[in-house]
């Protein structure tokens, strides 16, 4: 590797980002090493997008075999081999009965792809959207609309129009807001970004019944919790429910951009040549690596050994919580899990902290301390990290 003299600030990057820490210069299984060698044991995954944590072989062999094709992109215009077998992948693991796969670049774009496949399914009478406290749908203009954080929201306003914010668990309020104008209800089977909450799997089946009675949409947003995340392929698989669309990003591609809307056969047969498009979506390198990912978290084995180390990691922090009064509450699932704080104590002290101890740790919103690490994560790594965490907290 050729060593460039790395920049000394950051003033041409536009200021949307609270960028802290070291620059990082290299990463190798679950540590990323800063400029001057320190290595920081990884407890974010670039935000739950590297599963496989940083340097794997799967992924290199597979961005290396694409390579050798010369084709890193060819239009949607024409046919290509990998998008096309992960599509069948993807799908067969989603939907037992049949159905599609959209390929886009992110997350919001995948939720915003959804909000109109159901537009178009539904008809013109079907206009509005649901989502839940707590959510997070992305920060383009439907998804943010569809996002309950007033102050990512309230800059842009008016947003998308329709769209309302249900109490997350309150079915009375779900059956009030849940109409035949409805589309779409969107919701995280586990909530990330709104501070780790997993959602009772009843509430997951009431809103199927509501949306099958009602006539609308049913979409799970398994961007953060999905593909393996908290110990099953699909968060949701626990709870039976099969929704009309599901939509997948940050880990898809191995840390490559790309999203992802499966849909089932019925929402399949509303769409047609034109209604939808994306320029680099689904191209055969990030195609490649997908498929080469997502076959390796599907392993039955691959996704015990995420439940093993959850249920043990889960114990680890409940301990934790025991000896820590600043800790309020666990939660999670797999390797997702919050640490919510007592009132008065903000989340982003300890990510600091933890930092300073070559630990990264995420926040989800003021007071929850999020941890999200690859999904190959040793056990020994997950006690030193608790280990950092518990000395940070104390
Ligand atoms: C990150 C995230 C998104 C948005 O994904 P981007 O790729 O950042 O646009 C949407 N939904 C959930 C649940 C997410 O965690």
């Not at 089932?264 to 939808?276: F, K, Q, S, V």
Request: hydrophobic fraction near 45%.
């Amino acid at each position: 590797m050729t060593a460039l003299p790395l920049s000394t600030d950051a003033a041409a990057l536009l200021g949307v980002y609270a960028r802290v820490g070291p620059h990082f210069v290299a990463g190798e299984g679950c540590e990323l090493i800063a400029e001057d060698g320190t290595r920081y044991l990884d407890f974010a995954a670039g935000i739950a997008v590297n599963a496989l944590g940083y340097n794997h072989p799967i992924i290199r062999d597979a961005i290396t075999r694409a390579l050798d094709t010369g084709l890193v992109h060819v239009s949607n215009l024409y046919r290509s081999e990998p998008g096309e077998r992960l599509a069948a992948e993807l799908v067969a693991h989603a939907f037992p009965t049949g159905g599609q796969a959209f390929f886009c670049n992110s997350g919001a774009e995948a939720n915003e792809g959804a909000f109109k496949f159901a537009r178009k399914w539904g008809g013109p009478q079907k206009t509005e959207i649901v989502a839940f406290s707590g959510s997070f749908h992305g920060r383009l203009f439907a998804s943010l609309a569809a996002t309950d954080r007033p102050d990512y929201r309230r800059p842009f306003e008016p947003l998308l129009a329709g769209v309302q914010i249900v109490a997350l668990g309150d079915t009375e309020a779900a059956a009030r807001a849940i109409t035949d104008r409805t589309a779409v209800v969107i919701i995280e089977p586990v909530q990330g970004e709104g501070g780790v909450r997993p959602v009772p799997n009843d509430f997951l089946r009431f809103l199927r019944e509501l949306c099958d009675e009602r006539g609308a949409a049913l979409i799970f947003d398994e961007i953060q919790c999905g593909l393996g995340r908290t110990g099953t392929l699909f968060a949701a698989e626990e709870s039976g429910v099969t929704p009309d669309m599901l939509t997948l990003a940050k880990p898809l591609a191995g840390g490559l951009p790309m999203g992802a809307i499966l849909v089932t056969d019925r929402i399949a047969a509303a769409l047609a040549p034109g209604d939808h498009a994306t320029t680099f979506g689904g191209g055969p390198l990030v195609a490649t690596v997908a498929l080469d990912v997502v076959r390796a978290i599907a392993e039955p084995e691959f996704l015990a050994a995420v439940r093993d180390k959850g249920t043990w990691f889960g114990e680890r922090l409940r301990g934790l919580a025991q000896r820590c009064p600043r800790v309020r509450e666990i939660r999670g699932r797999g390797l997702m899990w919050g640490l919510e704080l007592v009132p008065g104590q903000t989340a982003a002290t300890f990510v600091a902290a933890a930092r300073e101890r070559q630990l990264l740790v995420l926040s989800a919103g003021l007071n929850v301390i999020r941890i999200v690490p690859p999904l190959i994560i040793a056990r020994e790594e997950l006690e030193r990290g608790a280990a950092i965490l518990e000395a940070v907290l104390s």
